[in-house]
C-alpha cells in the first residue's frame, strides 16, 4: 500500500467535495489499521459477519457503511452503531431497520439503492419504480429510519461512455427525488455511486461519495 498513491486519490475526491469511503471488505486488519492511521474514518463491508469482526478488531470512532446486499435478519446485529445503510430496496427491509432503531433509541440513516445497470442484477429498486417506492415509503411513516439519498452501481465495463450515462441516470433520479420528495430536507444529501473502476467519471457526474477497495490496496 503507497501512502502517496492513496493520498493522491484522496486529494481528487476532496476536489471534487465527496468522500471517501474504504471499502474493507476481504482486506487483512493491518492494512485497514494503515488506511485509519492515515485518517480514513469512514468503512464499508458488504457483509454483516465481517463487519462484526471488524469492529473488535479495530478503533471504535470508525463510521460503519453496510454497502452489500443486507437480509432482514441481520439487521438487530448492526443496529446499534451503523452510520449508513447504503443498499436499501425493500420496505420489508424499511420496516425491521426502524423496528431495530427504534430499540436503540436511534434514527438510522439510509440509502435507497437504485438500479440503473445493465446486469441482470438481484438488487436495487428499478428506475421506473422510484417513486411508487418513496410513496410507499412515506405511508408507512417510519420514525427511526432518515433517508439520506440514493446508491448505485454502473455496469462492470470498459465503455466508459455506457458508465457515464448510467451515472448521469443515476444523478437525474437523485435530483428528481430530492425536487418531489426531499426539497425541504438537508440531509438528503448523498449520492453514493462510483468504485475502483469508474470512481472518476462519477465523481465528473455528481458523486457525493465513492466507495473504493482495490484502488486503495492495491
Ligand atoms: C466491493 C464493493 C465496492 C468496492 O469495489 P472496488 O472495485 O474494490 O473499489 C464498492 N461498492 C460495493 C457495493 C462493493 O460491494
Partial sequence: MDKIHISHIQNQIQKAGATLLVVSKTRQIEQIQFLYDMGFRDMGENRVQSLMERIEALPNDINWHVIGHLQKNKVKYIAEFVSLIHSV??????QTIDKEAKK??????VLFQCKVAEEDSKFGIAVEDVDQFVDDFYDLKLENVVVHGIMGMGT????SEKTRSEFRELKEVFDGLKAKYFSDQKSFKELSMGMSGDYEIALEEGSTMVRLGSVLFG
Avoid: K
Avoid at 436503540?104 to 440513516?109: A, F
Avoid at 462492470?156 to 465503455?159: G, I, P
Fill in 89 to 94: 430496496d425493500s420496505l420489508e427491509l424499511l
Fill in 104 to 109: 436503540h433509541d436511534r434514527i438510522i440513516p
Fill in 156 to 159: 462492470l465495463t470498459e465503455n
